[in-house]
């Protein structure tokens, strides 16, 4: 193990007391406790779909959650049972605290953060320690630039380091040295698993549809619903066998938009009524809940309603691209901006900038080529993100599998 006189030093003043315990009113979980750390640069929702693993794990361990800050994480988007802790300020009194009560059977510290005192406690109880998800820019890196050999201590004592990028692995192989036991292992990111539907009903509608061009306006807040109806009588032009399938964000408004359409000479089929998209139907309006995993995989194209002009009402771009439906949007992405964001690196979306551009950009995307390279640029985006929490949950389970009990 590396030896470091900054280390020691911190440690020493680590030493003195951080104030009033921390009180804590969850008991520790029976059986194995597996303890995730979001440290700088790592998001709860990417460490929810490690989580969502490792519970899935012959034995059911348990998990333990903390983030940077002086508040206990909401545990809402981990597995049922997760519990959530207040890190413990780094000084060795609640450091010691902490983990006398959790007693974590292993612990994965996810992002750049360091916290020393709490390493060095860990390794010292023999808890196996895990860096993953750590991506340290060459600003980071230089705030070690003057405590390389504190650096290269804390990190000899990690069983495993992952990197997001090569980059990563280059600079922390200079401060922890070449014998550190680290490799690239991508970044974990939030994923979703595709949503189900009646196979029986899927298999029956898409006989109705055969070959006829679709596209899918998913949460249509009913603000956007005069954009969406104009772009669709644009692009029945070029296809004018084109079906729309529009998902109201308010069901309840649904019979009097099918009526309104009724009336303005569309020919429209209504979900609740039990009207299905008939070879002569224009506009199917599906306002049964439940059901956006049928209408997915129906669609090569989906519009993402309330992009346009109403922020904040939009669903997860991540459900359309599990199951193979290209991804229109506008420019207001809240509540998802970091999935947009995502997928906008990966070339997997089409945006436009306001409602005067969705007519083009919808007929654009009648081009099947076209429809399914998003398609497919988008799966790949989530598949990687997939594999790379596998990977780690995988790392995680072999280690814990190798402690005495």
Known sequence: MTRSIALALHLFQARRDAGPPIERTAPRPEGQLIWLHAGEGATLKSLGQLAERLAAAP????????????????????????????????????????????????????????????????????????????????????????????????????????????????RLLRLGGRDLDASVGGRIEETTDPLACNEAELAALAGLVQVRPVWLAVNCPK???????????????????????????????????????????????????????????????????????????????????????????????YEPAALGSAILHGPRTNPYPEAYARLTAAKAVAAIGGPEALPHAVADLTAPDKAALLAHNAWAALSGGAEVAERVAGLILATLARRPA
């Not at 995989?297 to 519009?303: E, G, I, K, M, S």
Request: with cysteine; proline share 9%.
């Open 59 to 170: 034995g059911t361990p348990r998990i333990l959650l903390t983030v940077e800050g002086k508040a206990a994480p909401d545990a809402g988007v981990m597995p049922p049972g997760t519990v959530s802790d207040v890190l413990p300020p780094d000084r060795l009194p609640p450091v010691r605290a902490f983990l006398d009560h959790w007693r974590p059977d292993i612990a994965l510290f996810a992002g750049a953060s360091l916290p020393p005192a709490m390493i060095v406690e860990c390794h010292d109880r023999a808890i196996p320690l895990i860096l993953a998800d750590v991506k340290m820019t060459a600003q980071m890196a230089a705030r070690w630039r003057w405590r390389q050999g504190m650096a290269a201590s804390l990190l000899s004592r990690f069983e495993h380091v992952l990197t997001q990028d090569p980059d990563t692995l280059m």
């Open 223 to 317: 603000a956007e619903e005069d954009a969406v109806i104009a772009a669709h009588a644009h692009a029945m032009r070029q296809a004018h066998r084109m079906l729309l399938i529009l998902v109201p964000n308010d069901p309840a408004q649904a019979a009097a938009l099918a009526d309104r359409m009724t009336r303005e000479g569309w020919l429209v089929g209504l979900r609740s009524r039990d009207e299905e998209p008939d070879p002569e139907v224009q506009l199917y309006i599906a306002d049964v809940e439940g059901e956006l995993g049928l209408w997915y995989r129906l669609a090569p194209v989906t519009y993402m309603g309330g992009t346009l002009l109403q922020d904040g009402t939009g669903r997860n771009p």
